[in-house]
């Protein structure tokens, strides 16, 4: 019994009440009343998912049609009937080198996520080969005080998915240590306040592109004379300042609306600064930041494909990019694949936050 | 030389359609180990003259003075139990407790704290919800941390906002109770604000009421000649109790009535003819 609680609040708190629904009707205690609101929250979204599925299907084919028409229309233009005929003979049979290159289809789409899972686990296991290869070197290099030989190979999928998280994580903690700060600071002070205010409302519409050339232009100089590969720096920096607009004038609103009567008994106990921010302005101001802190990090989420476009910094941006340009007749699979990873993983991240919040913030409904 | 004195306070609130003297000369004198309390309408600048002794507000002119001091800011000699409870809500009964108890002992053991913190939550006889948050307390259980928040700043006086206004009439007796028992134990001076005359009457030796604002300034004090300890269902009946209570009321009926009459403002309606929409 009280197991079955605490799932309930464990699900409930990740919003996965539905599961409890799912063990219901599998055990046979569902009522009526709870049948129909499962159904609802159940097989309408699956039918709207298969809807999805279908239309998308249909639409790849009439695209696919569109294009294999004026392609073999062309041929028969320019090169005459026979060329026609091998062309349709040559579509007809599936051969990947004439396929007509438009909109993949969901079953396209999932043929190349499994590919590109064969790939991540060949890449894998080459780097694991190659690790092996090199153990026994690699020690006596560090020995004598040389760098370790590393893998050079090209990136796998899984990789990349890897270091966009790395990126977009390393950016988001920049922007929570700027922007938190900064708001506390700015939102105690009238004076900071007009003194940033300009500053905020001037930035905080800048487009990620801008924000990546400003950091390259500044990155590149102080790095100047490093081997290293500037591209990750670059790209997270960006990443957090572009991001951090949201905390930054939401903590600033929580810590200037903190409820006065707080700050009347935080007077009245004679609270230091430091008890004052910690005891009474932060925790009032928690909600709000927390708010300001998920959009930050889907804001990050959503302009790192950008800019790890423009930095060249390998992950799902640059993956992206470079399958466009490749344009190879599994490419444009691979970007819907690459989507649907981003919009899964945004997702994901938006979870995440909502249930730190959750735990977090002192006006909790559920507490747990 | 009073415990604590008011003399000739004003205090002005600039707005956008200029200054408004919300208290104007109010001088008060409250005598060490007195229980005094303030009887206003709502609205006539009670919680203004609250502020201002505490000191979270200074006056525009006049001085307050306590133990010969003047106010300058808070201070834990005063403790003050707002009109909203005012607890943290983040933080338990006994960590809202303990953030008084630091500042009235600092630089003690934790422990010490926490057995301080214990204490003054018994004394309000919380001790059960000790763990508990603010939310989880219904309001008298609420306003009883707030007490006992006060209390463990060991002030030397004690001023009450408003402190029962929200609560049900049968929760609000018992804590009347509760907090003149906890007076009567070492006599503190206290200061009640209250729109209740019941109340002040029960609770206080002197009663003086507040006329309403703008320019709210003190009416003449009702000494309350009763014997300590006091009964409620007793008090009824005494003819010394209904002789003060009328007084008390028909004084602030007075002043009511004067107010209504005072406003000379007429509202010019405007000339307005309805149009015919059916034609």
Aim: aromatic share 10%.
């Amino acid at each position: 019994m009280k197991a079955t609680a605490t799932l309930g609040k464990v699900s409930n708190f990740l919003g996965l009440g539905f599961f409890l629904t799912l063990k219901d009707l599998f055990t046979g205690k569902l009522q009526k009343e709870e049948l129909k609101n499962f159904l609802r929250k159940t097989i309408v979204p699956l039918a709207s998912i298969l809807l999805f599925f279908g239309l998308w299907h249909l639409g790849a084919k009439s695209l696919y049609n569109i294009e294999a028409d004026f392609k073999i229309e062309k041929a028969l233009k320019d090169q005459g009937q026979t060329a026609a005929e091998a062309l349709k003979a040559c579509m007809a049979s599936g051969d990947s080198s004439c396929q007509p290159n438009t909109l993949p289809s969901p079953s396209q789409v999932w043929s190349s996520f499994q590919s590109l899972l064969r790939d991540h686990n060949i890449i894998s296991a080459d780097k694991a080969a190659f690790a092996e290869k090199t153990a026994a070197l690699n020690e006596t290099r560090i020995s004598e005080g040389k760098d370790a030989i590393v893998y050079t190979g090209r990136p796998s999928f899984v990789d990349q998915i890897y270091r966009s998280l790395q990126t977009v994580f390393a950016g988001f903690l920049l922007a929570l240590f700027i922007a938190v700060p900064l708001g506390i600071f700015i939102g105690l002070s009238p004076t900071l306040k007009s003194a940033f205010n300009w500053f905020i409302q001037i930035f905080k519409p800048v487009s990620p592109v801008v924000w990546y050339l400003l950091v390259f232009m500044i990155v590149k100089t102080l790095l100047i004379g490093s081997a290293d590969d500037s591209s990750f720096t670059i790209s997270f920096i960006s990443v957090g300042l572009c991001s951090m607009w949201a905390t930054l004038v939401n903590t600033t609103m929580g810590v200037s609306s903190v409820d006065k009567d707080y700050v009347n008994v935080a007077k009245v106990l004679k609270l230091g600064t430091f008890q004052k921010i910690f005891k009474v302005i932060l925790p009032s101001s928690l909600p709000l930041i927390f708010t300001g802190l998920k959009i930050t990090l889907s804001v990050a989420w959503m302009v790192l494909i950008a800019i790890e476009l423009l930095a060249q910094s390998p992950g799902l941006g640059l993956f992206v990019w470079e399958e466009f340009q490749n344009g190879a007749n599994d490419s444009n699979a691979k970007i819907i694949v690459a989507m649907f990873v981003i919009g899964i993983i945004g997702f994901l991240l938006d979870r995440l936050m909502l249930t730190i919040q959750n735990w977090v913030s002192f006006d909790k409904t559920d507490a747990i | 030389m009073a415990y604590l004195e008011l003399n000739n306070i004003c205090k002005n609130y600039h707005q956008a359609d200029g200054e408004t003297e919300v208290l104007s000369n109010i001088n008060l004198q409250i005598e060490e180990g007195e229980f005094v309390a303030i009887v206003g309408f709502t609205g006539s600048g009670k919680t203004t003259l609250v502020n201002l002794i505490n000191g979270l507000e200074k006056p525009t002119s006049g001085e307050v003075l306590f133990k010969g001091e003047p106010v300058l800011g808070t201070s834990h000699e005063r403790g003050v139990i707002f009109q909203n409870y005012s607890l943290l809500p983040w933080l338990t009964v006994e960590q809202n407790v303990l953030m008084a108890v630091k500042e009235a002992f600092p630089k003690r053991e934790k422990s010490v704290w926490k057995r301080k913190a214990a204490h003054y939550i018994d004394m309000v006889s919380l001790t059960p919800a000790i763990h508990k948050l603010p939310k989880e307390l219904s309001g008298g259980m609420r306003q009883r941390v707030a007490v006992a928040r006060a209390l463990a700043m060991k002030p030397d006086m004690i001023i009450m906002d408003e402190p029962l206004g929200a609560l049900d009439a049968l929760t609000r007796g018992n804590l009347q109770d509760q907090i003149l028992s906890i007076w009567e134990k070492d006599k503190r001076t206290a200061l009640l604000i209250t729109n209740d005359v019941d109340e002040g009457i029960y609770m206080a030796d002197r009663i003086i009421p507040l006329r309403p604002g703008p320019n709210a300034t003190l009416g003449p004090e009702f000494k309350i000649d009763l014997e300590r300890p006091r009964n409620k269902t007793e008090m009824n009946d005494n003819p010394n109790f209904k002789k003060t209570r009328n007084a008390i009321i028909e004084y602030l009926m007075d002043i009511g009535d004067e107010r209504k009459s005072e406003s000379k403002e007429e509202f010019v309606l405007p000339e307005l003819t309805p149009k015919d929409f059916v034609k």
